[in-house]
């Protein structure tokens, strides 16, 4: 009986693993198609670089208005992977003049008063800033919506994407985001207005911008959209788990990503491992009805956080916990009767849930505040239609289609 059941074991063994192999297979197969069938993250501009404090080269493409009124047409770079599903265009911007205080010039008409000796200021840009283990890749809706209508940069976080990991002398922190930020914008926007977009990580970025900033500011930006961000707090963030199982998390959590810094095998092996399990995860996390988002947009997804080494995400992990932008909401609130600013969130965002929002337009009471219900942490991946749709009438506000009068 012992040789029979030993017998029995071992052919039930190897039927397991043939199955596990099967199946990692034909999840294999699986990803791949999707990464075929939907090449998100594939819109290319024209490339450039910006060198940090620290010597750090940080990346970031341009996407420049498109032909003359006539055609409209995009000039796109010879590398450009432009298709697959994507959103339809912004229709054109409507003219909305700027809110003018009785007696002065409008702020957009300041801005775009043209310097002494010169006929006229360059036009807007709108620059994106991505989130925590990401890229400028994640912008892919909101980038072929706009591509052609506006002069837009996105660039790539320091270790993320295309831009250096860099050996600064102090934490990756994000006041040294902010700082960088700050060598992109004087990089690639040297002159002109500035409308700035950021998600999450980006979005703490652009608050800490106008915290060590505040002059260019006042002086420089017209606009200002934070999507799915926080101004500080994260360490109560509760990820959707019972207040027990929460901090349970909170206090594992940044000696595990710790640990794992150094272990990228490790970690490459246990997410092949783990399989539909990671995926699972990632869309949960990711997503407010992860259940209706596409296939391919989760693989996206999958994807961009792949991208990111693990001593990159244990670098930035901490500065979740010291993040505190609250000293940047006065500045915006002291131009918001003047500045179009846009809070937005997604009602099921487990990673900065949507009362952070909440707290940064208490502040701001002059901001447009809206909640997308069903929508998680990457509302834009995932409504993209609503995103676009806020952020064309935030830039109606913010980027005057016409000549203005001053």
């Known amino acids: 009986m012992g040789i029979a059941g030993a017998a029995l074991g071992a052919v039930a063994t190897t039927v397991a693993v043939d199955r596990l192999t099967a199946t990692r297979s034909v999840r294999r197969e699986a990803l791949a198609a999707l990464d075929a069938a939907g090449p998100y993250g594939t819109l290319r501009g024209t490339p450039g670089t910006a060198t940090a404090e620290d010597g750090t080269e940080l990346y970031y493409e341009i996407d420049e208005v498109g032909g003359g009124p006539a055609d409209g047409a995009y000039d796109r770079p010879a590398d ?55 890229s400028q890749d994640v912008w892919h809706f909101q980038r072929a919506a706009l591509r052609g209508a506006v002069r837009a940069v996105y660039w790539d976080q320091r270790g993320h994407g295309r831009s250096a990991s860099g050996r600064s002398p102090e934490p990756v922190g ?5 700082r960088d930020l700050k060598a992109v914008l004087d990089a690639a926007v040297p002159e002109g207005p500035v409308v700035l977009v950021g998600h ?36 109560e963030v509760g990820y959707g788990l019972p207040p027990s199982a929460a901090r349970a998390l909170r206090k594992l959590l940044p000696g595990v990503v710790r640990a794992l810094g150094s272990r990228q095998g490790l970690v490459d092996a246990g997410r092949r491992a783990a399989g539909e399990l990671y995926g699972g995860v990632v869309r949960r996390y990711a997503f407010g009805r992860p259940e209706q988002v596409d296939p391919g947009v989760a693989r996206f997804a999958e994807r961009l956080l792949e991208s990111v080494p693990m001593d990159v995400v244990a670098g930035f992990y901490p500065a979740f916990g010291e993040h505190d932008t609250t000293g940047a909401l006065p500045v915006l609130a002291g131009l918001a009767h003047d500045l179009p600013v846009l809070v937005l969130a997604g009602g099921k965002d487990l990673v900065t849930p949507p009362e952070h929002s909440e707290r940064i337009a208490e502040v701001l009471p002059g901001a447009e505040h809206t909640v997308l219900p069903d929508a998680g942490h990457l509302l834009l991946l995932e409504a993209p239609r609503e995103v676009n749709d806020r952020l064309g009438a935030l830039l109606a506000r913010s980027i005057p289609f016409h000549e203005p009068a001053v």
């Open 174 to 178: 994000i006041p040294l985001l902010a």
């Open 80 to 134: 450009d992977g432009a298709g697959g599903p994507v959103t339809e265009p912004l229709a054109p911007l409507p003219a909305v003049p700027a809110p003018r205080t009785p007696g002065a010039p409008g702020r957009l008409a300041r801005l775009l008063r043209p310097a002494s000796g010169t006929a006229r200021r360059p036009p807007p840009t709108v620059v994106f800033c991505h989130g925590y283990c990401l």
């Open 200 to 235: 999450s990580m980006g979005g703490m970025t652009v608050m800490a911008l106008a915290e060590q900033y505040p002059d260019y500011v006042a002086s420089r930006v017209a606009g200002i959209a934070l999507l799915g961000t926080s101004a500080g707090r994260m360490a």
